[in-house]
């Protein structure tokens, strides 16, 4: 698939065939290599608001922000500032600090449905945490996710998974044995009815079902009308939990999440990413019943050394506090919008048949031309056509996913001047197919 770049890559092609020879692939998180799109990967020296910057001196549009969290631009001034402010009193105490306090209150109120709110380091870690106290609490094993929703690496959270393992092509991961693995049920998103079934067959072994509320990790896929309703209806009545995923979600298309975008209300949500400011962390919560039983106040185990780390809480502190401010979201969406008509325009110029889809500043344009709804109408997706695409966009400095099924991002630092520059390069790009 690789196309010559006509930028400059001299060096960090010589530092991936180091990496390679030190890192499996040379990367540390698996869709960073450019398996699906083929090529050269960048290797980033720096970045700064909308902004990447690599090792040969190229620059670039970045609508990937480190897959979501950098909501606010890159190295955000305020956000720095509370870094350095935080570090010079150090790093981390492996005691409570006022900061998680501060933090767990932000997110409560940003959240309602989260009562108690526990802060670790990933979302993975988050999500199996999740997972642990959704068992303990119901007492029973199975759960339900959907195919093409990501939920972090934990063994058997990969079945039918989405993002890298879609991309990689790999249905389900070797070293996760049939055991572990056989308590995990997969549906069609969007797919009520095999849902309704499910529930059916085995409802007394279902401790929760979990989904990202707007799939994010098969490009963005959006719950269809009645979709999240009628989950949290056939749950309620089955005493199985609702888990929300919203580590993509949340605080992204808008500051209380898709729980408050549509109105629903889980049993249990999990956050990550823009909650860090771009350090890691994860989160936790919900009633306060279940999330009782997590150790000491309860039996369901889950710790960590550098949960609720100083440097990560302050910079979700502060990130939190400048999207509180007003006009943030409208503006996103504003922008947002505007990228996704001027893009659409492009491809319907072009005769490039495209089906794009969004949610506030969580975007993916499709290339394929009947309408996407779950795992299976997204993968009809023309990938060979979105590498070209991608490549082309790439050598006109827009970075954008480097693979069909991920979402794009936008952040408070993307200007208009940005956005227009973006659709000028999808004009060129386009043509160019
Ligand atoms: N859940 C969702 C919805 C995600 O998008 C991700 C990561 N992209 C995770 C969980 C896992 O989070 P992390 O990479 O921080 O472990």
Not at 47 to 72: C, E, F, Q, R
Not at 140 to 146: A, C, E, G, M, P
Not at 221 to 236: K, M, Y
Not at 263 to 285: E, H, N, R, S
Request: aromatic share 8%; glycine share 10%.
């Amino acid at each position: 698939l690789g196309c010559a770049p006509v930028m400059k890559t001299t060096r960090s092609a010589q530092l991936f065939a180091a990496a390679q020879q030190l890192i499996p692939g040379g990367v540390n998180s698996p869709v960073r290599a450019f398996r699906s799109v083929g090529g050269q990967p960048r290797f980033i020296k720096r970045a700064k608001g909308a902004k990447l910057y690599d090792v040969d001196g190229n620059t670039y549009l970045d609508y990937v922000l480190s897959w979501g969290p950098m909501i606010l631009g890159h190295a955000a001034p305020a956000v720095i500032r509370t870094i350095k402010k935080a570090a010079d009193n150090g790093t981390s105490y492996g005691a409570p600090t006022e900061l998680e306090v501060t933090l767990a209150r932000m997110i409560r109120d940003a959240f309602p449905s989260m009562e108690k709110v526990r802060l670790v380091s990933s979302g993975t870690e988050a999500v199996m945490s999740a997972i642990r106290v959704a068992r303990g609490f119901t007492k029973r094993d199975s759960i339900l996710k959907f195919e093409g929703c990501y939920h972090g690496h934990s063994d058997y959270l990969l079945a039918k998974a989405g993002s890298g393992l879609a991309t990689l092509g790999i249905p389900d991961s070797p070293g996760v044995p049939a055991d572990f693995a056989k308590h995990t049920l997969t549906a069609p998103y969007n797919d009520i009815d095999t849902v309704r079934r499910m529930v059916t067959k085995h409802r007394k072994d279902l401790a929760c079902i979990i989904l990202e509320p707007i799939a994010g990790n098969m490009g963005v896929v959006p719950p269809a009308p009645e979709f999240l309703s009628t989950l949290r209806r056939l749950t309620a009545e089955n005493g199985i939990l609702l888990v929300f995923d919203e580590v993509i979600s949340g605080f992204r298309v808008n500051y209380g999440g898709a729980q408050a975008l549509y109105g629903i209300t889980p049993d249990l949500t999990i956050l990550g990413k823009i909650i860090g400011g771009g350090l890691p962390v994860g989160a936790y919560g919900g009633r306060e019943e279940i999330m009782n039983l997590i150790a000491p106040s309860g039996p369901v185990y889950q710790a960590g050394t550098l949960s609720g780390n100083p440097l990560a809480v302050s910079a979700g502190i502060e990130t939190l506090k400048q999207l509180k401010k007003k006009g943030i979201y409208k503006n996103l969406e504003a922008q947002s919008a505007a990228l996704a008509k001027g893009i659409g325009d492009a491809a319907k110029k072009a005769g490039i048949p495209l089906i794009q889809t969004r949610v506030g500043s969580m975007l993916t344009a499709f290339f394929t031309s009947s309408p996407v709804s779950d795992w299976n109408t997204v993968k009809q997706a023309d990938t060979a056509r979105y590498g070209k695409y991608f490549h082309k966009m790439l050598d006109q400095g827009i970075y954008l996913a480097p693979s069909q099924f991920e979402a794009s991002f936008l952040s408070t630092a993307h200007t208009t001047q940005d956005i227009d520059k973006t659709i000028r390069a999808a004009h060129t790009a386009f043509k160019n197919l």
